[in-house]
């Protein structure tokens, strides 16, 4: 038995390295034998490598079908030419692609050109690129098990109709992406039908409509992104079952901008999130079973606002500071709480030390109603007739909710944090 056991550990070793000694590298350069990255590929097998070496490949249409590994060595520049096609399409399994920048991907209003795109892809890593001045930067098409991480998307998108999405997925599970740079393009992260999978560590910026867009995406977790200074900030939309935390949301200013909208979401967790400075910090429509918690909305025009029939979802030791209102809401309490937030508006005392306001704080403002009916009156915004009517609803209220107040107000901020 013994024997049996050293033998069968001998030839698996033996047959491991007979695999791996069967693999090669083929190397493409301008002077080399392979002079371009398709013919590479083509010389290519299973678990070869392809290895390009720095200089200028004016290539498109570069079509994967193996499980090889393509990598560029000193960011080797594949200048698309503004052609419609996309750049590199893959259609396999167990392959990667890293070190390439990529550039000029040609425009279309009649099919999707992106500078990788991949289709029924399984068990894969696209890392380390560079795509710049492009129509989508990666599409992904029922794609399973990837893996996208450190690559930099600079985009010249001006208007939405002529421009596409930095990371754009669909039908897909058991995705992550990680620490990637987007920019100037319409949605930073675009998601629709994505499962099981997690974003993470990035940062997606001065994108032209939303820093991450994601619709019916179920299971998935959000966390320590940055989003900044997008034309809309982050749309969540009829998805399920999501989790966002440690996310930062801010400068998202517009007529109609927010640091997160939220249509129809269900059983989800928002905590340890900033939102600041946005024209709204959180606005919520018909989403029910939300948990936030040790969020900070700080110098937003809206901390939050209700639009549309929500129940149970809590709030609970969250900070609200220095917001120009720190609450809208147009309909029934119904079943949500709001209880032991921070709210730098709150005036009250705490005579038994206790931490907790002695009367109950009410973060709806009349004034917000007004503006809510009258979106021109907020000129008057700072002015003392806005005091006036502010403190005559909170004595006797009529057109506020009566029963939504905090009943156990915090005296001291949770958590602090340092911010721009």
């Known amino acids: 038995m013994r024997f049996f056991k050293k033998y069968f550990f001998l030839l698996t070793l ?20 392979v002079k371009s990255i398709k013919d590479g590929i083509d010389l290519a097998q299973d678990k070869d490598t ?22 560029g060595e000193n960011f080797p520049i594949i200048d698309a030419e503004n052609k419609t096609d996309s750049v590199i399409a893959v259609k396999a399994k167990d392959f990667s692609i890293s070190g ?10 009649t099919k999707e050109i ?37 690559n930099k998307v600079n985009g010249h998108a001006i208007v939405e109709t002529s421009a596409g999405n930095g990371f754009h997925l669909w039908k897909c599970k058991n995705m992550r992406i990680e620490k990637n740079t987007i920019s100037g393009m319409r ?59 440690h996310n930062t949301f801010h400068f998202n200013w517009g007529t109609a901008s927010y640091g997160l909208l939220l249509k129809e979401i269900y059983d989800a967790e928002i905590v340890d999130n900033v939102f600041e400075q946005n024209t709204i910090g959180i606005n919520i429509d018909g989403c029910n079973r939300i948990t936030y918690k040790n969020n900070h909305f700080v110098r937003n025009g809206w901390a939050l606002k209700f639009t549309g029939g929500c129940y149970k979802n ?29 709210w730098s508006e709150y005036t009250g005392y705490d005579l038994n030390k206790d931490g907790i ?12 109603y007004v503006v809510n009916k009258t979106p021109e009156t907020l000129v008057l915004l700072r002015s003392l007739f806005v005091d006036i009517i502010n403190f005559s609803e909170k004595v006797s209220p009529v057109f506020t909710p009566d029963n939504l107040k905090d009943k156990k107000p915090l005296m001291k901020p949770i958590n602090p944090i340092q911010l721009n």
């Open 14 to 33: 033996l047959i491991a390295f007979t695999v791996k000694s069967q693999t090669k590298t083929i190397t493409v350069c301008n002077t080399c034998d």
């Open 50 to 71: 392809v290895l390009v070496k720095k200089g200028i490949y004016n290539e498109t249409r570069i079509f994967i079908n193996k499980s090889i590994h393509l990598i």
């Open 100 to 109: 390439f920048r990529i550039k000029n991907v040609g425009l279309s209003y």
């Open 114 to 150: 992106a500078a990788i795109y991949t289709s029924h892809c399984t068990n894969f890593t696209i890392s380390n690129n560079i795509i710049e001045n492009c129509f989508y930067a990666f599409i992904m098409q029922r794609a399973n098990y990837g893996v996208l991480t450190n």
């Open 187 to 245: 949605d930073g992260i675009y998601l629709e039908f994505v499962n099981k999978s997690f974003i993470s560590h990035n940062k997606s910026e001065n994108n032209i409509r939303y820093g991450l867009h994601f619709m019916f995406s179920h299971h998935n977790e959000y966390h320590h992104n940055e989003f900044k200074k997008n034309g809309a900030g982050v749309a969540v939309m009829f998805s399920k079952y999501i989790k966002m935390h």
């Open 314 to 342: 809590i709030f609970e030791y969250n900070n609200f500071m220095h917001n120009a209102f720190d609450l809208s809401y147009n309909s029934r309490l119904n079943d949500n709480e709001f209880e032991a937030n921070y």
């Open 357 to 368: 306001g002695d009367v109950p704080f009410r973060p709806v403002k009349l004034f917000s």
